[in-house]
């Protein structure tokens, strides 16, 4: 697939080839973010290895338009790796094609679609609090616990979204 072709398509049927087509899917998914306090020294090699393995992705071009379209990466910060781009180089990208993109997010909302994108950033805001500092707790504590409480909700959420979404397109089983 070219990244034209990514790019005409709905976001629907970028995520189903992401879905079953990625290299990354089998594999553990923490290897392409950086772990709190991990150095530089340590997470270069493996963000290097993540790199390396999107590259030879069938499905790269297709998780590269769906990292645009949602917007990954922050500009200051090396911490994730997705179609092979770093977070600044994903920043880069998206600027450089802020209108096409911000076209292709006005065609793929619907109030369905605004529902998951809400769920999905209230998901990762969830995930990334350290309950430690706004519970006063220690790991494992009580705020700990119900942060994965929520966090695990907040999921079954989305995947039913995901997974009503997929059956009215006909997908057969969602990944």
């Given at each position: 697939m070219t990244p034209t072709d990514a790019r005409a398509m709905r976001r629907g049927v970028l995520q189903q080839l992401v879905?079953?087509?990625a290299l990354c899917a089998a594999g553990d998914?923490?290897?392409?973010f950086r772990l709190d306090g991990e150095s530089v020294v340590e997470w270069q090699p493996r963000r290097d290895s993540a790199v390396r393995l999107c590259a030879e992705c069938p499905a790269r071009t297709a998780c590269e338009e769906l990292?645009?379209?949602d917007g990954e990466g922050r500009a200051g910060t090396d911490d994730m790796v997705r179609a092979g781009h770093t977070g600044p180089a994903?920043?880069?990208?998206?600027r450089r094609h802020s209108e096409r993109l911000a076209a292709a997010v006005a065609v793929d909302r619907d109030t369905e679609g605004a529902r998951l994108d809400a769920?999905?950033?209230?998901?990762?805001?969830?995930?990334?609090k350290?309950?430690?500092k706004a519970g006063g707790g220690y790991r494992g504590g009580p705020a700990q616990t119900a942060q994965n409480a929520e966090i695990c909700a907040?999921?079954?959420?989305?995947q039913a979204i995901r997974t009503a979404r997929r059956t009215r397109a006909g997908w057969e089983a969602a990944a």
């Open positions: 879905d079953e087509g998914p923490g290897r392409f990292a645009l379209r994903l920043v880069a990208l998206r769920l999905v950033a209230q998901l990762l805001r969830t995930a990334i350290n309950p430690d907040l999921a079954v959420q989305v």
